[in-house]
């Protein structure tokens, strides 16, 4: 079956860091990967999504690329800031079925 | 992008009572709900798809007895916890998704906490 494996947490770093998240998958087939934010005491927000291999998702700064070759879909971003905090969840999605299988979720900290 | 509210966002509740949840689509027509849980430092885990006006769907290994869903309105999905005991503490989330949409939408999720 499908399955989701992103790096614990918390990941506490610095603002203007460099952030990568780890993020590998198992599935079958072509599956859509997504990155979703949570902030406190918010919903899940869609944060970028990629549908096929060698495509990169990208939005607020964030940017992931879908590799099939190491089955990964690790995010990044290169100057993080404080408002950056929040729990970040890789989620994979097969085709045509709109429920998801995420991963653990890692936190992230920003310090000023 | 749409708006899924969920309510309430905690409840505390003692053990042999039920606990009902709300999933609410404020901007559009949810024909599919999903119900997600999440246990501490663990992924969410789809516990069921309900489409509106049928019954739901549950994954293996869910009590569709304990977990009740209805989705009786393109706008409003419940969970309800029947006799529900402290295993059943846990985070509980929605994600609604319309017809034309290709992505669901998530509640902020309610945090269930039995004693």
């Known amino acids: 079956g499908n399955s989701v494996t992103q790096m614990e947490g918390p990941v506490t770093l610095s603002e203007e860091a460099f952030l990568t998240i780890n993020c590998t998958y198992t599935?079958?087939?072509?599956?859509?990967l997504f990155w979703y934010v949570q902030y406190p005491g918010e919903g899940l927000q869609l944060l970028l999504k990629?549908?096929?291999?060698?495509d990169k998702g990208s939005n607020k700064g964030f940017e992931a690329t879908y590799r099939k070759e190491t089955t990964s879909f690790h995010l990044e971003k290169g100057s993080v800031q404080v408002s950056d905090s929040a729990v970040y969840f890789c989620?994979?999605?097969?085709?045509?079925?709109?429920?998801?299988?995420f991963g653990s979720g890692t936190r992230l900290q920003v310090q000023p | 992008g749409a708006v899924v509210s969920q309510h309430p966002s905690w409840v505390i509740c003692k053990s042999g009572t039920s606990v009902k949840i709300e999933c609410r689509s404020l901007?559009?027509?949810?024909?599919?709900m999903f119900w997600y849980r999440q246990f501490p430092k663990q992924s969410l885990m789809l516990m069921a798809t309900?489409?509106?006006?049928?019954?739901?769907?549950?994954e293996q290994g869910v009590e569709k007895d304990k977990f009740l869903i209805n989705h009786a309105s393109l706008t409003l999905s419940t969970l309800t916890v029947t006799s529900a005991h402290p295993e059943d503490s846990s985070f509980y989330i929605c994600?609604?998704?319309?017809?034309?949409?290709?992505?669901?939408?998530f509640g902020q999720g309610t945090r269930l906490t039995v004693v």
């Open positions: 994600s609604a998704s319309g017809e034309l949409n290709t992505e669901a939408f």
């Open positions: 599935a079958t087939g072509y599956p859509s």
């Open positions: 989620a994979l999605g097969s085709a045509g079925r709109r429920a998801l299988t």
């Open positions: 901007d559009f027509q949810a024909t599919t």
């Open positions: 990629a549908t096929k291999a060698d």
């Open positions: 309900s489409n509106e006006g049928s019954k739901a769907t549950y």
